[in-house]
């Protein structure tokens, strides 16, 4: 067993675990193109009709990329990150549909699908479970949304936040983790990160897990859930998709949801649909992270956001207390893309990541400080 494994495994045993988060994993269109089995590349965006032409923009601005590339290319320098910590549960947000419909969504102008012989990418990185509620996994209808969750299954990966009906897509994803309890992962969209509310999953209607609304009312229905499902030991993640893609500022509604879910029971709040972080925040000793940002996309080399260096991205580690759920400690490790792969960045450009998130999480009472191997919560 690898030694990093060994590692998860005692801190488990002790009381605490430690998790990998990620915001929005993109891998569908360009990234798709560029691996061993690309869907059909058309497109029907208002200004580029072929996937490939994200890849000739990523090119253009960093230099080539070799085609196909292995399944484990678009992770990087993130594998050895991941395995240095050697967290005991991986989740990411799977912002794309895994499918070879061709059924667009007609009232969308955005259509992420990835190819079914693609899933080993998803698998060279470990990836334990797939949070599938948000604004892309119906890209391509229903019947693209059963196939996406049959292959993920099929490959061994837990989904959280869609499924055949309602009662499925509210269905917490379980990881085992090896001292015998378990992570539970709530998954949830809202209508404000540009999920339709026809997607909502019925009681007979497969789709996502769409919130009504952020009340608290709300927050206290997923805590008699969060309650219900719990054990001992167990750490429960309530997974928010929502809000704009760009932009520090975190609505009102929103802090006071989160807060809302952390005083229902809830252990942690991962927040992601912002292209770039956004503030973090302790509240009652729990971690919430409002935005994680994309951790993969296509984004490369289209202009017009710069300001937020979308190109800069974090692997988030939390380290939870087994006993009450309690934040330990907040490791985060920052990654550039380059050539559509994950790379360390220049100490510049992680010194300005740091200096950032500290700024825009100082409001929240959280400081941020720069380590060698990466960030911490201070």
């Known amino acids: 067993m690898h030694p990093a494994v060994d590692a998860a495994q005692e801190r488990s045993s002790t009381g605490t675990v430690t998790l990998f988060l990620s915001g929005d994993v993109m891998t569908g269109r360009g990234i798709d193109q560029v691996?061993?089995?690309?869907?059909?590349?058309g497109l029907r965006e208002s200004y580029v009709t072929d996937a490939r032409e994200y890849v000739a923009l990523a090119e253009a601005r960093n230099g080539p990329v070799k085609r196909p590339i292995p399944f484990s290319y678009v992770w990087g320098d993130a594998l050895e990150a991941?395995?240095?910590?050697?967290?005991?549960?991986?989740?990411?947000?799977?912002?794309?549909?895994?499918?070879?419909?061709?059924?667009?969504?007609?009232?969308?102008?955005?259509?992420?699908?990835?190819?079914?012989?693609?899933?080993?990418?998803?698998?060279?990185?470990?990836?334990?479970?797939?949070?599938?509620?948000?604004?892309?996994?119906?890209?391509?209808?229903?019947?693209?949304?059963?196939?996406?969750?049959?292959?993920?299954?099929?490959?061994?990966?837990?989904?959280?936040?869609?499924?055949?009906?309602?009662?499925?897509?509210?269905?917490?994803?379980?990881?085992?983790?090896?001292?015998?309890?378990?992570?539970?992962?709530?998954?949830?969209?809202?209508?404000?990160?540009?999920?339709?509310?026809?997607?909502?999953?019925?009681?007979?209607?497969?789709?996502?897990n769409v919130l009504d609304d952020l009340s608290l009312a709300t927050a206290d229905e997923i805590g008699a859930r969060v309650r219900a499902s719990k054990r001992a030991g167990d750490i429960a993640i309530a997974t928010v998709h929502w809000g704009s893609n760009w932009g520090y500022e975190v609505p009102a509604k929103h802090v006071r949801f989160a807060r809302g879910l952390v005083d229902a029971g809830v252990d942690l709040v991962h927040g992601h649909s912002s292209h770039h972080p956004r503030p973090i925040e302790v509240y009652r000793g729990h971690l919430v992270l409002y935005g994680c940002g994309d951790l993969i996309n296509d984004y490369e080399g289209i202009a017009g956001y710069e300001s937020f260096r979308p190109d800069l991205s974090l692997l988030y580690f939390p380290t939870i207390d087994r006993r009450d759920g309690s934040l330990v400690g907040l490791r985060m490790t920052p990654m550039q893309t380059r050539r559509l792969r994950l790379v360390r960045p220049s100490p510049e450009d992680a010194s300005w990541l740091a200096s950032t998130l500290d700024e825009i999480s100082r409001p929240f009472g959280a400081r941020i400080a720069s380590k060698e191997a990466g960030f911490v919560l201070g």
């Open 35 to 41: 691996l061993p089995h690309p869907s059909k590349p």
């Open 82 to 208: 991941i395995a240095e910590i050697g967290p005991s549960a991986r989740v990411i947000n799977l912002e794309t549909s895994v499918t070879v419909s061709d059924a667009y969504c007609p009232r969308k102008g955005i259509h992420y699908r990835m190819h079914p012989g693609n899933v080993p990418t998803l698998q060279a990185a470990g990836i334990d479970a797939c949070v599938l509620a948000n604004n892309h996994v119906l890209d391509f209808g229903r019947a693209g949304l059963l196939e996406t969750l049959r292959l993920l299954h099929a490959a061994g990966i837990r989904t959280a936040g869609a499924g055949q009906h309602l009662a499925d897509a509210q269905r917490p994803a379980t990881i085992e983790l090896a001292s015998g309890a378990r992570v539970l992962l709530f998954a949830f969209c809202t209508e404000d990160s540009g999920v339709p509310k026809t997607w909502a999953a019925g009681a007979q209607l497969p789709g996502v």
